[in-house]
């Protein structure tokens, strides 16, 4: 399935841009349920999303991996009807994409400051958490310098701090 019908001017550019980009499926996902499904009630059944997904040129199975895996990484929750399922975002993924969107979405840049944010790793959380943690933080803003350490300009978000503490 094409987002681009032959007449399609949106379609066409809509297209080039996924193509030139070519973003990550997770990404996507979260973006379409952050910036389209939550504004309209923020549920959607399986079989809509493969198919909303599909016209961004997502394969189901591509569509379906990524929302196992984005159910077992905490970003979406599903409540199953029967033989169906609907999806929406956990509280935990709607304030990541909600701190990403001020970021992405913000009106007027961010004043420059001589303020950094580090994030020194910690020795005694398990691997799997510490790959949780850098992908949090790169939602964040953050980049790795070290195996050990994030940093970000600025300083860090209430709402960063608040899930660091936890």
Same mark, same amino acid.
């Given at each position: ?6 007449d ?5 550019k809509i297209?080039?841009?996924? !193509? ?14 952050g ?9 959607i059944w #399986?079989?809509?999303?493969?198919h909303?997904m599909?016209?961004?040129?997502l394969?189901?199975?591509l ?8 159910? !077992? ?6 409540l ?5 399922? /609907? ?6 993924? #709607?304030n /990541?994409?909600?701190a ?6 913000a009106?007027k ?8 944010? #580090?994030? /020194?790793?910690v020795p005694?959380?398990t !691997?799997?958490?510490? !790959?949780?943690?850098?992908?949090r933080?790169k939602?964040?803003g953050?980049? /790795?310098?070290?195996?050990t350490?994030m ?8 709402a ?6 936890s």
């Amino acid at each position: 399935m094409s987002l681009a019908e032959p007449d399609s001017a949106i379609g066409s550019k809509i297209e080039g841009l996924l !193509q030139r980009l070519r973003p990550r499926a997770n990404s996507l996902i979260v973006t379409v349920f952050g910036d389209a499904i939550m504004p309209r009630g923020g549920t959607i059944w #399986l079989s809509d999303l493969v198919h909303l997904m599909g016209t961004l040129g997502l394969s189901e199975r591509l569509v379906r991996t990524g929302v196992y895996r984005l159910s !077992q990484e905490g970003w979406l929750t599903s409540l199953s009807v029967g033989r169906r399922a /609907q999806y929406s975002l956990t509280e935990i993924g #709607l304030n /990541q994409f909600t701190a990403a969107g001020r970021r992405i979405y913000a009106s007027k840049p961010e004043p420059s400051s001589d303020i950094w944010t #580090l994030v /020194q790793g910690v020795p005694e959380i398990t !691997q799997t958490e510490r !790959q949780a943690l850098r992908r949090r933080l790169k939602w964040h803003g953050f980049g /790795q310098f070290s195996t050990t350490l994030m940093a970000c300009p600025g300083a860090v978000p209430s709402a960063l701090a608040n899930e660091l503490r936890s």
